[in-house]
């Protein structure tokens, strides 16, 4: 299972970006999804998940200006990031819980990351 990431870039503060993440190769089954960040010099942090059926979870500090959604028919998840600010620069990767053809269990899968930069 491979996780392509898309969509990054340089915005202005109070700009929006949009993030795509597709998943492909051998997957039979994908559960939750989301997207994850990681500034300089911190942690990898939970930005927002949404599970098979739609639910969705966010982090406090983007509740209101991110949303996330998914095509399951096209194993992809979206990143809708509005009002962004400065400190929402990091570089961010999309995540998923897949089962593979083949596996007897689900394994998380992560993409190779794309970095949004929010500065004036």
């Known amino acids: 299972v491979q996780l392509q990431a898309s969509g990054g870039g340089l915005v202005q503060p109070g700009g929006s970006l949009r993030l795509s993440c597709a998943a492909s190769?051998?997957?039979?089954?994908?559960?939750?999804m989301g997207w994850y960040r990681q500034a300089p010099g911190k942690q990898r942090e939970l930005v927002a998940a949404?599970?098979?059926?739609?639910?969705?979870n966010y982090a406090d500090s983007v509740k209101g200006r991110f949303t996330i959604s998914r095509d399951n028919a096209k194993n992809t998840v979206y990143l809708q990031m509005n009002s962004l600010k400065p400190e929402d620069t990091a570089v961010y990767y999309c995540?998923?819980?897949?089962?593979?053809?083949?596996?007897?269990?689900?394994?998380?899968?992560w993409g190779q990351g794309t970095l949004v930069t929010v500065s004036s």
């Open positions: 949404i599970a098979s059926g739609g639910t969705t």
């Open positions: 190769g051998s997957i039979f089954s994908i559960n939750a």
């Open positions: 995540n998923a819980d897949a089962l593979s053809y083949g596996s007897s269990w689900f394994s998380d899968y």
